[in-house]
């Protein structure tokens, strides 16, 4: 948080109740959605990791700069965030979001399966937000605002390793936003002692596909066609 009412906030998925924090929220037009959220779509997650969430960049000044990077960020474990349309002073912004396929399992933390089950609420045309941003005219040429990302796993540095660094750009992105920076500040490098493929579900099986189908194949076509022309020769 900062002097003039601003914060910055993630939470994770447990069962605790915030009653002071739900206030200052919901002031914002924002509330935590109790559950985990799942991903359906191979597109919006790691590999055979369907709660590592990779979700799609909604444009705003905090997200454009990765936006057109073309870089990712990954959310484990990550609850989602209702927004109120009724706030009507706040202006919000569900700045990551997943696919429409998405579930969310409303057990939590005492779910004891991963795949969808009745119950489990489906997130519908236009996804889950994982993060939102929200900003109230607070006086005059003054505002107050608020980022909050739905898990406290973005900044573990295993976790950001992944995407290299893309999660930590996103918080100072989000911190320059909140402070009226015209420029974001760049931190984006390249990690020089160990390198992470971060792949989609889809990304992966289509990479499969051509190591061990594709290629094989193309290799072992060449082979007969060579040994075919030699002894015709």
């Keep these: 948080a900062n002097a003039n ?7 994770d998925v447990n069962d605790e109740e915030y009653t002071n924090l739900q206030k200052v929220t919901k002031h914002f037009g924002l509330s935590k959605v109790d559950g985990i959220v799942f991903e359906d779509d191979a597109d919006y997650c790691m590999s055979n990791y369907a709660n590592y969430l990779m979700p799609e960049f909604t444009s705003h000044s905090i997200t454009d700069k990765l936006l057109h990077g073309n870089y990712q960020v990954v959310l484990p474990f990550a609850h989602a965030i209702a927004i109120d349309s009724d706030v009507k002073e706040a202006l919000k912004t569900p700045i990551l ?9 409303v057990k939590g933390i005492h779910a004891t399966t991963g795949t969808y089950e009745d119950g489990d609420e489906k997130a519908g045309p236009d996804g889950f937000s994982v993060a939102a941003a929200s900003m109230i005219q607070s006086g005059e ?14 900044t573990n540095s295993d976790i950001d390793s992944m995407v290299s660094g893309s999660n930590t750009q996103f918080v100072c992105d989000s911190l320059s936003w909140m402070c009226d920076l015209e420029d974001n500040v760049t931190i984006h490098g390249k990690e020089v002692t160990q390198y992470y493929l971060s792949l989609t579900k889809s990304k992966a099986r289509t990479l499969t596909t051509m190591m061990v189908f594709v290629i094989p194949g193309i290799m072992l076509l060449a082979g007969l066609f060579t040994v075919l022309k030699r002894r015709k020769l």
């Design 141 to 154: 040429n003054e505002y107050q605002y608020m980022v909050w990302i739905g898990t406290t796993y973005l």
């Design 5 to 11: 009412g601003s914060i910055l906030l993630m939470t």
């Design 97 to 105: 979001h997943t696919s429409k396929y998405a579930y969310n399992k």
